[in-house]
C-alpha cells in the first residue's frame, strides 16, 4: 500500500521542534534520523520504510547517511532510494558523508580530493537524487592536505551537487585549522560538525563547541544514546538477546557494560522518573540543553523507539541543581 504523508506532520511538533544550525539560514528538527544501522542487505524493506514514514510523519524532515554506512558500504544508500520515492524530496534534509574505506585500492578512503567527489557522484546515483543538502568529511585525514579536502567540499556545492559543507570527528583545534583554511581561500563556509556527544562522551563540551560557536557552525550528535546504554535496555542483566552489546558485530562490546556503569545507568534512570521521562528521553534532553547543539541524531530499529524519542521536547529544561546532580552521578568513580 502506497504511504501518504500525515497532512498535520507540522501542525503537532512543538514550536521550538526545528532550530537554526549555526548562523545559517537552514533549520533543523531536534531529532534528526540516522541510518547507520538497520538499513543494509539485510534488512527489511517494509520495517526500513515504516521507520523513515514514521520519522517523517512525526517531523523528523532530516535524514543523514554515509557512502559507508550498511552493510556492506553503500547498500542504507540504495535503500534509502526506495523510500524516498515516496517522501517528498523538497521537504527533506538529507545528508551523506565519505571519509571511511568503501573497498580496496587507494581511492576508496580518507579525504584525497579523487575520493570525496567521485564517491559524492557514487551516493548520488545509489539514492537517484541531483543532490544532497549536506555533504561531510566524515574524519580527518592526517595525510592529505586540509586544503584539498576542504577545496573538494568547495567544489561539490559549486557544482551544486550538495546545498551544504560540513565535517565530522574533527578536534576542536582540527575544527580551527578548517574554519581557518576554508577564510583563506574562500571556500564555501563549514556549517555543521557532526560529533560524538553524550551524558557519557562529553569532551566535546569544552574541546569543540567553543570553537563551532566560534565560527557560527551548528552541531548535530551522533550517539546521543551512547549505542542504547543511555536507555532501559541495559538496566538488568543477562544482556538482552537483540542488544548491540550482544551483538559481535557491533561497536558496543559486552565488557564495556560494567557493573559501575550499571550502576550509574540505575541513578539516571531514578533520576528521568522523578522528570516523568524515559531514561532515554532525558539523555536526548540533556544533550540538546546545549544551545551550541541544533539537533541531536537517533537510530532506532524498532517504530516505537522514534515515537518515545521524539517526545524530548516536552519536558527539555534542567535546573542547575539537576544538572549538579547529573553531572555527580556521572563523574562518581
Not at 501542525?11 to 526545528?18: E, S
Not at 524516498?84 to 523538497?90: A, F, G, H, W
Not at 583563506?184 to 566535546?204: A, E, F
Not at 563540551?205 to 550528535?221: K, R, S, Y
Amino acid at each position: 500500500m502506497a504511504y501518504t504523508p500525515a497532512i498535520n506532520r507540522y501542525n503537532r511538533v512543538p514550536r521550538n521542534w526545528f532550530r537554526r544550525c549555526g548562523k545559517s539560514g537552514l533549520l533543523l528538527p531536534a531529532v534528526s534520523f540516522g541510518l547507520w544501522h538497520n538499513f543494509g542487505n539485510h534488512a527489511d524493506d517494509s520495517e526500513a520504510e515504516q521507520l523513515c514514514f514514521t520519522a517523517f510523519d512525526l517531523g523528523i524532515t532530516h535524514f543523514d547517511l554515509a557512502n559507508n554506512y550498511g552493510p556492506p558500504p553503500g547498500s542504507a544508500e540504495k535503500r534509502f532510494r526506495k523510500i524516498l520515492k515516496q517522501l517528498p524530496r523538497d521537504e527533506l534534509i538529507i545528508s551523506t558523508k565519505a571519509g571511511y574505506g568503501m573497498g580496496p585500492g587507494p581511492y576508496a578512503d580518507w579525504g584525497s580530493r579523487k575520493y570525496l567527489l567521485s564517491s559524492l557522484d557514487a551516493s548520488l546515483k545509489r539514492m537517484k537524487v541531483d543532490y544532497v543538502d549536506i555533504f561531510y568529511h566524515h574524519r580527518p585525514d592526517p595525510q592529505t592536505p586540509l586544503d584539498e579536502t576542504l577545496g573538494a567540499l568547495d567544489t561539490a556545492v559549486k557544482q551544486g551537487k550538495a546545498l551544504y559543507a560540513g565535517i565530522s570527528n574533527y578536534t576542536g583545534e582540527q575544527t580551527q585549522q578548517a574554519v581557518q583554511a576554508v577564510e583563506n581561500k574562500d571556500y564555501t563556509r563549514l556549517l555543521i560538525h557532526q560529533v560524538c556527544y553524550n551524558m557519557l562522551s562529553q569532551g566535546p563540551q569544552t574541546d569543540l563547541f567553543p570553537h563551532t560557536e566560534d565560527a557560527g557552525m551548528g552541531v548535530i550528535c551522533f550517539c546521543p544514546l551512547a549505542q542504547g546504554l543511555l536507555t532501559d535496555r541495559y538496566l538488568s542483566e543477562p544482556l538482552p538477546k537483540d542488544s548491540r552489546a550482544a551483538d559481535p558485530k557491533g561497536f558496543l562490546k559486552p565488557d564495556q557494560v560494567t557493573t559501575d556503569l550499571r550502576r550509574k545507568i540505575h541513578q539516571l534512570n531514578d533520576h528521568a522518573r522523578q522528570r516523568g521521562q524515559t531514561l532515554a528521553e532525558m539523555a536526548l534532553a540533556w544533550a540538546l540543553n546545549d544551545k551550541r547543539v541544533t539537533s541531536v541524531l537517533i537510530g532506532a530499529s524498532k517504530v516505537d523507539q522514534i515515537k518515545q524519542n521524539v517526545k524530548v521536547l516536552e519536558n527539555p529544561q534542567f535546573s542547575e541543581d539537576e544538572l549538579t546532580k547529573l553531572n555527580a552521578i556521572l563523574t562518581e568513580s
